[in-house]
């Protein structure tokens, strides 16, 4: 990034462009916050608009300008940062062109569809020294946070596998997308690959100091057939209906292998139109130890009982991330059990301080870029695919990171 | 297979080749088993050569020959079959020349070095009419079987994906392998794949009807860094020790996806040199349902409480496998859970009945096949290998399995 003016803002006025259920979900934690100002929003839909300005005026006694161009909200001087929790498609190029308006972009979670619109969010961002932020919620998780401590105090030894997963049965949702205008169906009808690879890759990356001395070198992935959005339909909607005929090319299970310069290995899991409890299949394995999530367990070499797993939970009360220490304290807040307002608060304090923010242009443009790199090896039978180094050698040395309490690779 | 005579024998005459831990194991089996006779034995070492005849004559009363030179053993016309829990290198030439003396082959476990020993097998036992049976014995096991049951009796819908892996920390056994004469740390000193498929990806291939109207088609590997047994020695033998320069190419954690010729797809996991309690790691998913070992639970769309895991055991219990039930009611024996009992019994029956073995040649070909085929798809940065098709296009319909009681392919 560029160097950026050191002054601190007192209050941070957000547009948000995208107010499906996220977008909604998002402005209310937003609404909370008392430094924050909300002076415009936008949707392509009125009745949404008109929704989210209502809760603005009750929360908060005003009522945000509309807009269903969100490139009139772009033009706004009286904005510093847009919240751009839209369809996935989207998100690359609104956050592109709110950094070219001066604004510190933050994206919503979603793959890239090309390398190329990856790199335009690199370039833009070095172009106009604004930050781009993925609101990646699950790097501010609490197992996720405690578990990066006891990775930095070492209690792993040297990292060598890590594992993650979407697995969340998502058949309802896809199948009534049409109707509840949401984007994940027309995704599920004609693309196949790793389509939500961040909630875990996001944590993964940050605990193998991806873009900071190690980078992800290669992937490859595998889909399995598609067959539970067309047997769900059938079985609930029935045969008749218009659906039934639907021909989806996403692959019911989706797995990738990721290389790393430094030699550990990613395995990574999309699971989502079959019937499942969700997990998000986490594992962190090193030369000490190895933490599981589906059995909520965790091994350290020679300190747990000879091959006996013992509860994560002892051990992430015991390694509690100081930030949660301090969240804790303060009183718990807002969605998926309190991280998604540690991210907006992350994104806001960046803006807030005039700094680049935790998870910045390099981290999102790598981590959306597994979704189109994934497509692209599925397509070609599993070949791998070199992941593109977008930082152009920089990840080697790029010094220290920020500091600062929302900070994801600086334990304070 | 050629057809085989129906004669039906009383006894069964075997000879053990390789009397190593394993070995001995397997003998002990045999030697409580009133329809066997062990009229030979072999092994490169006197020792064990000694130490196995003498408990042949403890337990039985008569002392097995015994030849340095298992060639030897093979040439002698009072043997039915011949067990293989040689080192990993030499099973398949071992089997072969078992095959090629009119002896029905018993491989222990492992994988091949080459495409061409599994050709060699199948065409061997072509030409010879000869049975080839790999012992994996997980294939019996108790929960892999009740899973095979609840698998053809539809309660996971259509599969979609399976999992499974051999994790199981071997620093020690490995580390000492040289003075233990184990084949082990030659292995994992100079090879690099997924050395040890088959206690997962058997139970998986017979689940998914593989070289019986499916078939494995492609592969792709890869390897982390190799870390632990290093380290290991580092902290146990400490660095003035001869080990401690050893240069280990066995990466610790190396992945391995399959795609099957009806669009299911099969993650494997093979992690034997970092600190871990053991697991076969498996996972069945099917359009209906999920069952994961790690946190031993299971999930019926439809059946099980909404989003939430149930314990396996109480559909192990209702779902039992028919051989179980019959096996639980005679009694439990022998080691690793009583499954080397059973599949050692399969191998034992199939000689009595002169009938092919249920593990067949194709598939032993196949599962073995993996681990030549990772190491290529490891050496060649993951790129996607194709499995053979050593059914020569007869796994589109190879009829009916063999029935019995120790049948893999049909519950009775």
Same mark, same amino acid.
């Given at each position: 990034m560029t160097t950026i003016d050191k002054t601190t803002l007192e209050q941070v006025r957000l547009g948000v462009v995208g107010l499906g259920g996220r977008g909604s979900g998002l402005l209310s934690l937003l609404l909370n916050m008392d430094d924050v100002v909300i002076p415009a929003i936008s949707d392509l839909y009125d009745d949404r608009m008109e929704k989210n300005a209502d809760s603005v005026y009750k929360k908060r006694g005003y009522k945000p300008d509309t807009y269903k161009d969100y490139r009139q909200l772009l033009q706004r001087k009286d904005i510093d940062g847009v919240i751009i929790p839209s369809s996935w498609t989207v998100h690359a190029e609104i956050a592109i062109e709110a950094m070219q308006s001066g604004k510190y972009a933050a994206m919503e979670v979603g793959g890239a569809s090309s390398i190329d619109e990856c790199w335009d969010l690199v370039k833009t961002s070095q172009r106009t020294g604004m930050p781009c932020m993925m609101l990646e919620n699950c790097c501010y998780g609490r197992e996720e946070m405690a578990l990066m401590n006891m990775i930095k105090k070492g209690l792993? /030894?040297?990292?060598?596998h890590c594992q993650g997963g979407y697995e969340h049965d998502l058949r309802s949702e896809v199948s009534n997308g049409i109707v509840n205008r949401h984007y994940r169906f027309r995704n599920y009808e004609n693309r196949n690959g790793e389509?939500?690879?961040?909630?875990?890759l996001g944590p993964i990356a940050k605990y193998l100091n991806i873009n900071r001395g190690n980078r992800l070198l290669t992937l490859t992935s595998m889909s399995s057939k598609s067959r539970g959005l067309h047997k769900y339909i059938m079985d609930n909607? /029935?045969?008749?209906?218009?659906?039934?005929?639907v021909d989806f090319t996403q692959g019911d299970v989706v797995t990738t292998m990721i290389k790393c310069a430094h030699g550990e290995t990613i395995f990574l899991i999309h699971d989502t139109t079959l019937p499942r409890p969700y997990s998000r299949g986490g594992r962190v394995q090193g030369t000490k130890g190895i933490w599981t999530e589906d059995n909520a367990s965790i091994y350290f070499d020679g300190i747990s009982p000879l091959d006996q797993w013992e509860p994560f939970k002892k051990y992430m009360e015991t390694y509690e991330h100081p930030l949660w220490k301090w969240y804790r304290e303060e009183g718990v807040r807002g969605g998926h059990g309190g991280m998604d307002y540690l991210v907006l608060r992350a994104y806001v304090e960046s803006i807030k301080n005039q700094t680049d923010t935790p998870i910045d242009v390099y981290d999102t443009a790598t981590w959306m870029a597994v979704t189109c790199l994934s497509e692209e090896s599925v397509a070609t039978g599993s070949t791998p695919v070199v992941v593109p180094d977008f930082t152009n050698g920089k990840w080697i040395d790029r010094g220290q990171p920020l500091p600062g309490k929302y900070s994801l690779d600086v334990i304070e």
């Open positions: 792993f /030894g040297e990292l060598i389509l939500y690879p961040t909630h875990e909607m /029935g045969p008749e209906h218009h659906l039934a005929s």
